[in-house]
């Protein structure tokens, strides 16, 4: 595949959080021919309703499933909140049960947090669910995050940054693999 497209989710909605801050190193790291958009609408999203999911959602659901179909690939980054998955994130996630845009999508999970273990657990299930193709290099939890990015939102941390370079070559790997 010549021109790859990942769409970069991040679960947390602040624009200068850590998450964001990974998501903009792994997209530096994209080689020649790789696309990396960060979605930046999961605070536009409404609550998920079963009532609303059909064939005419709400135009940010239905912008968020167009990205979705348009990606070759979806990278995640997500903190841990009060040791779940972050509302926002769920949320999102929710509105592609019925409509299958993860079905056979390969997925980068990184979870980046003071812990993350439970977010990270709970995320691989619900990824799982909707059956996203999650590969095991594909999936990176970075405890203690806020001492491995500075104040600048640059990742410092040497082991980090070899790891993110090893789940992007992961997730190309597993696109190219499809």
Known sequence: MSNINILAISGSLRPNS???AII??????APPGVTINQYNGLATLP???PDLDNDTPPAPV??????LKAADAVLICTPEYAFGVPGSLKN?????????????KPVALITASSVGQNAHAALLLTLGAISAKVADDAKLLIPFIR??????????????L???KMVLKALIGAINDQ
């Open 47 to 49: 609550h998920f309703n």
């Open 147 to 160: 001492t491995k990015v500075n104040s600048d939102g640059e990742v410092i941390d040497e082991e980090v």
């Open 62 to 67: 239905f912008e968020l499933r167009t990205l």
């Open 92 to 104: 999102a996630l929710d509105w592609t049960v019925s409509s299958g845009e993860f079905v056979d």
């Open 24 to 29: 903009r190193q792994v997209t530096a790291f």
């Open 18 to 20: 850590s998450n964001a």
């Open 162 to 164: 070899q790891a993110l």
